[in-house]
């Protein structure tokens, strides 16, 4: 049972990471320009005398090791390979670094967003939540949802007259 919820729990976040935040947005990026610097680092290095990056492969491995600051790759030789991987370097760390503090920032700053279409997806949310509450939080939350509902009525009451 508590297998199921875990379970549930993660697909539930995963499901706010991916819609509410620019997760995916940016490792489609960062993948993109991964491919883009690489290719261009191969094409850079491939005529040089004794490079480490004979093929795409290893220019690909060597984008990879470059942005994550592994720094366990072996530098390009040619200037223009140094420059582009200088940038790719930057410009990698940036975006994957980026990524991580975005996907976080966003996802527990969500909740305190209060422009009105988010108001539902707020409520929705928590409503999903239901089941982890105790009975004093229903309670609660019952409390608050009359109070909503005759705060309506009497808008409603004002303007019909």
């Known amino acids: ?38 290719i261009a680092l191969y094409l850079a290095e491939r005529a040089v005398e004794g490079t480490a990056i004979r093929s795409l492969g290893e220019a690909m491995y060597w984008g990879i090791a ?17 420059l582009v991987g200088g940038v790719w370097i930057v410009v990698g760390s940036v975006l994957f ?14 909740p305190m967003q209060r422009p009105a279409k988010r108001i ?8 999903e939540q239901l089941d982890d509450l105790t009975i004093d939080e229903l309670d609660l939350l019952k ?13 409603k009451k004002k303007q019909s007259r």
């Not at 995963?14 to 993948?31: G, W």
């Not at 470059?66 to 140094?82: E, H, R, V, Y």
């Open 1 to 38: 049972m508590r297998r199921a919820k875990r379970g549930t729990r993660f697909k539930r976040f995963m499901h706010d990471v991916s819609m509410h935040t620019p997760f995916l947005k940016m490792i489609l990026l960062l993948i993109a320009l991964w491919i883009v610097f690489s």
């Open 66 to 82: 470059a942005f994550s600051t592994a720094g366990i790759a072996d530098a390009p030789q040619s200037g223009l390979a140094q």
């Open 97 to 110: 670094f980026g990524t991580i503090v975005a996907t976080i920032t966003g996802y527990f700053m969500r």
């Open 120 to 127: 539902i997806d707020t409520i929705e949310y928590n409503l």
């Open 143 to 155: 409390k608050t949802v009359d109070t909503l509902i005759m705060h309506v009525e009497r808008i």
